[in-house]
């Protein structure tokens, strides 16, 4: 295997393979991210609300910034919050302007302008296994939690496997009530690697759920091309019954042919995703070359996103001469030893008031480079490439990024939450 990442990591970077993996575009496999062909999504919405920075990112103003504010430079950090147990994850309810910090140790905390509470708003520390890249990996606000208190997590129970369960708040609005409301998904891991880990809720008022191939190295369990099982899949689930959860009928294998849960395939281990305008965007943690994000419209349903037949823009399984027919393939692709790229740490869509030159970027890291990145999707291709990282600095392992109750967007490293500020 590759050179192993710290004991810690919650994302695996790829096993080496000795493949001469060929191009499937004409791509430059050591280029920074670039542009490739678009996915089909001719009918997906354009991500043009707010205007695009010029090439650069930087020297322009778009129109609705603060008069006086002067042009924007770059971008740096802010410590929001500091001495937290891997923090993967920023999140707020919808409507609110709380901010919670999921943490890998199986807890969930407010956080404040003084760092995050004293007591946890959840601990199922005692449910879950935390080791490697298993824990609390996901949690997602159902979006009438201001109604009806329920929110979701994603985590590796004591034998390893994955569960999705829902919980409550209490009768208090910053604790939640230890005592899961629902136990709703279970899938069986073969391995401790490659889990997924992002729940969230779609535009379409879905819950949907990540879940990689099942780990090891090169799709060792046949999980990336096998429809029938849950696993190197985006998962779409009905929970508006309040009572588990339902097949929704548009899900692409609904009515057989696969697994009903299932949505999107062909992933090899899909860290986190993001909605935004119509469109999901996929950062897919890659094998021994490449790390890939895909965007494509969130309403499109059975989508393959290739793997293992692909690894990026190129020929994985076989090496050469893969039939890439019907496959979506991604829009950014980063080559492994660009500024130390190992495993893609996807990445939000920029929609705060501090920056709004970034207004619908797609902001993006990775846990080896530590580097911020972004770019904008015209509905057609990748667009307004910019690396921040001579402003911003190298941060350190990134584990995660996301929305606060402010709006404004978040990485998380080992043990940091760092807000994402303008440099004017």
């Not at 369960?165 to 891991?189: H, K, M, T, W």
């Not at 009515?255 to 995703?273: H, Y």
Request: glycine share 14%.
């Amino acid at each position: 295997m590759r050179r192993a990442l710290a004991a810690l990591s919650v994302l695996l970077a790829a096993c080496v393979s000795s493949v001469d993996q060929t191009t499937i575009t004409s791509a430059d496999p050591t280029a920074p991210p670039v542009a490739a062909s678009a996915p089909d999504n001719s009918t997906a919405p354009s991500t043009t609300s707010g205007a695009a920075p010029a090439a650069t990112g930087v020297g322009s103003t778009a129109p609705g910034s603060t008069a006086g504010a002067g042009s924007l430079s770059g971008l740096a950090y802010q410590e929001a919050a500091s001495g937290l147990a891997q923090p993967v994850l920023v999140t707020s309810p919808s409507g609110d302007d709380r901010t919670f910090v999921v943490t890998k140790d199986g807890r969930i905390w407010m956080m404040g302008a003084d760092g995050v509470s004293e007591t946890p708003f959840l601990d199922i520390s005692s449910l879950i296994r935390n080791s490697g890249e298993q824990g609390l990996l996901g949690m997602a606000f159902h979006p009438g939690y201001a109604e009806n208190g329920r929110f979701f997590v994603h985590y590796s129970d004591s034998a390893g496997d994955t569960v999705l369960a829902e919980y409550r708040v209490s009768d208090d609005p910053d604790v939640a009530d230890p005592d899961a409301l629902a136990i709703l998904l279970n899938a069986s891991q073969p391995a401790p690697n490659h889990n997924g880990g992002m729940v969230l809720f779609g535009p379409d008022g879905m819950l949907y759920l990540a879940l990689g191939d099942g780990g090891g190295g090169g799709d060792s369990f046949g999980n990336g091309q096998n429809p029938d099982s849950l696993l190197a899949k985006i998962l779409r689930l009905d929970v508006s019954g309040g009572d588990g959860y339902s097949i929704p009928p548009d899900n692409p294998f609904a009515d057989g042919g696969g697994s009903p849960e299932a949505w999107a395939m062909g992933l090899r281990n899909p860290w986190r995703f993001w909605f935004d305008d119509g469109l999901i965007y996929i950062g897919d943690v890659g094998q021994s070359a490449f790390e890939e994000i895909d965007v494509a419209s969130a309403s499109a349903p059975g989508l393959n996103y290739g793997w293992p037949i692909t690894e990026g823009l190129h020929c994985f399984e076989p090496p050469t001469d893969c039939d890439a027919d019907g496959l979506t393939m991604p829009v950014v692709e980063v080559a492994h030893g660009d500024a130390g790229t190992c495993s893609i740490t996807g990445g939000v869509v920029y929609r705060g008031s501090a920056i709004p030159e970034l207004t619908g970027h797609y902001l993006y890291s990775d846990y080896c480079g530590g580097w911020l990145r972004s770019f904008r999707f015209d509905g057609q291709e990748a667009t307004a490439h910019q690396d921040w990282t001579e402003s911003a600095g190298v941060i350190g392992p990134v584990l995660g990024m996301g929305v606060g109750g402010d709006g404004e967007a978040y990485v998380t490293t080992e043990s940091a939450v760092m807000r994402i500020i303008p440099v004017r």
